[in-house]
């Protein structure tokens, strides 16, 4: 009988990681400072995006993680900016957004062809510092 080493592939790693950084948003703040502005998690799914929909208002970075088996994008729209992440994610793909934000309403959606219809869309609030 051949004798195999086996290795932990690496995608469980990442796995792994993602669902501690995942579990750590539902038992802590799901916003925290960095450098100049606040970030945000952003999760992406079968349709839904998952977010906090208060925040600070200012400099805000959306980190954005695409969950679902899908292509998903990201897009914030509201009081004069409109800013959408350049290209889709791919499954388990993650991107980054940075908008600077005032206070107010915003909607936030998926813009992949029929998704917000299905539910990848939600209204946001930045509130005043
Ligand atoms: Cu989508």
């Known amino acids: 009988m051949q004798r195999t080493t086996r290795s932990i592939p690496r995608i ?3 796995a792994a990681l993602f669902l501690a950084s995942v579990l750590s948003i539902g038992c802590s703040s ?3 400072k960095t450098g100049g502005g ?3 998690q952003v999760i992406l799914d079968e ?4 977010m906090p929909t208060t925040f600070p208002a200012g400099q805000t970075t959306f980190n954005i993680t695409n969950t679902g088996e899908h292509k998903h994008g990201f ?7 409109e800013q959408e992440l350049t290209s889709g994610l791919a499954s388990m793909e993650s991107g980054e ?3 600077t934000l005032v206070a107010g309403t915003y909607e936030v959606s ?3 062809l029929g998704h917000s219809l299905l539910g990848m869309h939600l209204t946001v609030i930045a509130t005043p510092r």
Not at 47 to 50: D, L, N, P, Q
Request: charged share 15%; net charge positive.
């Open 12 to 14: 469980h790693i990442f």
């Open 30 to 32: 799901s916003h925290s």
């Open 38 to 40: 606040e970030s945000v």
């Open 47 to 50: 349709y839904k995006i998952s």
């Open 75 to 81: 897009k914030i729209k509201g009081n004069g900016i």
């Open 97 to 99: 957004l940075t908008a």
């Open 110 to 112: 998926c813009p992949m």
